[in-house]
């Protein structure tokens, strides 16, 4: 999913469990700038996002994500960074970061790219079933993006 649905996504949430500052900071941390994996993870991602902006295509499209964008892997590193960042930050709730990061998984589990859910306790794969950066898309997260902006302040 483009980085403009995920901010959304989170934004959307966010003021739905009427988070603030400094919880939106994690929320933002764990919804949205967790993709910084895609950069170690595959290395055609940044031909991708230039083919994109420029060609308004995905070229390669494949698996960009790590361990931690998967459900299982994802929701017990999730906890566990949670209850550290509650410890080191007590202003924060433990509970901010894993559900921001399962909102960005389950957001991204229905592009069509391959997902394991169980990993790295099980092999089982699937593909998803929505084209992943597409104009439309794109175009209806920044949409929502604005709308969400003039709705909200």
């Given amino acids: 999913m483009l980085i403009t649905s995920h901010l959304l996504g989170t934004l959307l949430v966010g003021k739905a469990f ?3 500052t400094p919880e939106l900071y994690v929320a933002l941390l764990a919804g949205v700038a967790v993709d910084i ?3 170690f993870i595959n290395k055609k991602w940044i031909q991708d996002i230039k083919n994109f902006l420029w060609e308004r295509k995905i070229t390669y499209g494949t698996k ?3 361990w931690l964008q998967e459900f299982v892997f ?12 509650s410890y080191i930050w ?10 921001f990061l399962l909102l960005h998984i389950v957001l991204d589990s229905v592009m069509r790219y391959e997902h ?6 099980n092999r089982f794969k699937y593909t998803g079933w929505l084209r992943s950066g597409t104009k439309g898309e794109l175009l209806i997260s920044s949409i929502g993006l604005v709308a969400f902006y003039f709705f909200f302040f």
């Fill in 90 to 99: 007590p202003a924060v709730q433990w509970w901010i970061f894993p559900i």
């Fill in 18 to 20: 009427s988070i603030e």
């Fill in 37 to 39: 994996d895609h950069i």
């Fill in 64 to 66: 960009q994500h790590s």
């Fill in 116 to 121: 394991e859910p169980f990993i790295p306790f």
């Fill in 74 to 85: 994802g929701a017990i590193t999730g906890l566990i960074i949670g209850f550290l960042i």
